[in-house]
């Protein structure tokens, strides 16, 4: 279960209770993932600078919810040697991308990872022109919409509206998503070149070689759909009780493409429901935003 129940009107969470997912792992791990044929690129590539990538990948492995790591847990994290780590959350803490605590021995993101989290948010014009339209849709559905970039292996919030619903998803902007199991990343995959998705494919499959079959026919499922219906979906497939739609499109003037979901409780939010009537809704939203971007 993936539900917090709140306050009409607020977004203060009385109660949040997850239940383990088997692709939890790869929303926690896929930032910092690099796997054996990316390592080999990387070293053959002359432009490449493996102490800024080993610095970014620092504050990376930060999730939602770490009020504040210690030198051991980021080394395991990021599968650096502890010296190495030290070395670079000191510089990083001299810069202000992190901050030291004295007392726990730790560190959290400083106020100059912010800055550059807010500066990059504050250029996507596309989510003060969604918002109004996605908060009309939430309304409608009794569920959450939300827009979504893609970050490696997951789908990344960065702009969310909920009904009025007494219950909801607990997800909200920041929060991760896994690309492989849910209807936006799915979405995003089906927005790719051939080319593309198979790079990223082959990334997943080197990551999650058990998992990687069940994965896959969900995502060939989906592309299938989204040609027949415009949308891709997921019917449990991430969390067992969680049902969503999903349509990716691109904003323009070079910015990156994003995918747009509606999800909820299954219960409240039925396949037949999500596609017959949030459906055609979804698909107009994305019409009428591509009319004013452009």
């Given at each position: 279960?993936?539900?917090?129940?709140?306050?009409?009107?607020?977004?203060?969470?009385?109660?949040?209770?997850?239940?383990?997912?088997?692709?939890?792992?790869?929303?926690?791990?896929?930032?910092?993932?690099?796997?054996?044929?990316?390592?080999?690129?990387?070293?053959?590539?002359?432009?490449?600078?493996?102490?800024?990538?080993?610095?970014?990948?620092?504050?990376?492995?930060?999730?939602?919810?770490?009020?504040?790591?210690?030198?051991?847990?980021?080394?395991?994290?990021?599968?650096?040697?502890?010296?190495?780590?030290?070395?670079?959350?000191?510089?990083?803490?001299?810069?202000?991308?992190?901050h030291y605590i004295t007392s726990q021995g730790q560190y959290r993101l400083g106020s100059a990872t912010l800055a550059l989290?807010?500066?990059?948010?504050?250029?996507?014009?596309v989510r003060q022109l969604a918002r109004p339209l996605m908060q009309e849709l939430a309304d409608f559905s009794k569920g959450?919409?939300?827009?979504?970039?893609?970050?490696?292996?997951?789908?990344?919030?960065?702009?969310?509206?909920?009904?009025?619903?007494?219950?909801?998803?607990?997800?909200?902007?920041?929060?991760?998503?896994?690309?492989?199991?849910?209807?936006?990343?799915?979405a995003l995959l089906a927005s790719m070149s051939a080319t593309e998705r198979q790079t990223v494919f082959d990334e997943i499959?080197?990551?999650?070689?058990?998992?990687?079959?069940?994965?896959?026919?969900?995502?060939?499922?989906?592309?299938?759909?989204?040609?027949?219906?415009?949308?891709?979906?997921?019917?449990?497939?991430?969390?067992?009780?969680?049902?969503?739609?999903?349509?990716?499109?691109?904003?323009?003037?070079?910015?990156?493409?994003?995918?747009?979901?509606?999800?909820?409780?299954?219960?409240?939010?039925?396949?037949?429901?999500?596609?017959?009537?949030?459906?055609?809704?979804?698909?107009?939203?994305?019409?009428?935003?591509?009319?004013?971007?452009?």
């Open positions: 279960m993936l539900f917090c129940i709140a306050e009409l009107n607020s977004n203060l969470y009385h109660f949040i209770y997850f239940r383990p997912c088997p692709y939890r792992r790869q929303v926690e791990d896929s930032s910092n993932f690099m796997n054996s044929k990316e390592t080999t690129n990387i070293k053959e590539d002359r432009h490449f600078v493996t102490a800024l990538a080993r610095g970014l990948e620092v504050l990376a492995c930060f999730r939602p919810g770490d009020k504040a790591l210690g030198n051991q847990e980021i080394a395991l994290r990021c599968q650096l040697p502890k010296s190495t780590v030290s070395r670079l959350t000191y510089t990083l803490t001299k810069l202000g991308y992190l989290g807010s500066a990059m948010i504050s250029r996507l014009d959450m919409v939300s827009l979504g970039m893609r970050d490696r292996h997951s789908m990344i919030y960065i702009e969310n509206c909920r009904s009025q619903n007494a219950l909801t998803l607990s997800l909200d902007v920041g929060s991760r998503i896994p690309l492989a199991s849910t209807a936006m990343g799915r499959q080197a990551y999650q070689p058990d998992l990687w079959p069940e994965l896959y026919a969900g995502i060939e499922a989906s592309l299938n759909e989204a040609r027949e219906t415009g949308c891709c979906s997921s019917f449990g497939e991430w969390q067992s009780d969680v049902n969503a739609i999903a349509l990716a499109f691109s904003p323009g003037a070079g910015q990156a493409t994003v995918a747009i979901n509606c999800g909820g409780p299954a219960f409240l939010l039925s396949k037949e429901f999500l596609l017959n009537g949030v459906r055609p809704r979804l698909l107009q939203l994305v019409r009428e935003l591509h009319g004013t971007l452009r």
